[in-house]
């Protein structure tokens, strides 16, 4: 995983449209700056969408990716979540296991973390866990020694508290 040190959580605001997404991926990828992960869909106002854009940069470049995504037409708002003004939440699915005799210490894991089961296969469970990304870190840590076969993770989705 990246430095932690140095990633930064952005929610920006967009008017719906063809391309949008393109536009600002596009910026970052212009300027070389690294993205750890992006979520968007729509908010509770109709023809607007919130991107959760996870950056990896130093304190002068999120200044300038700040200044230049305010520049773009289809951008509201651009607001900086750290992790005091923020809930941040993450979700993963990971498909693991190789046996029945798997099963048992995969369930006492997804127990510990409150994760679900969510799919049973004849050697594998595929469980379903949403937390703070430092959960998922630790969930994730615990679940490979049963052998992780395939794992998805949503990215980091963030509002800010208040």
Known sequence: MADKENL???SVLVEDGSGV???IMGLFSRRGYSIQ???AAQTEEPGISRMTIVAQCTEDTLEQ???QLSKLIPVKEVTLLDELNSVRREHVLVKAGSSEDTRRGLIDVANLFQAKVVDVGQENLMLEL???PRTI???IRLVKPYGIQKL???GITALERG
Do not use: E, N, P
Request: proline share 0%.
């Open 65 to 67: 990716i700040d200044k």
């Open 21 to 23: 997404l393109g536009r």
């Open 130 to 132: 949403t937390g703070q």
């Open 8 to 10: 930064h959580v952005l």
């Open 152 to 154: 998805v993770r949503t």
């Open 37 to 39: 992960s992006v979520s």
């Open 137 to 139: 870190d630790a969930f």
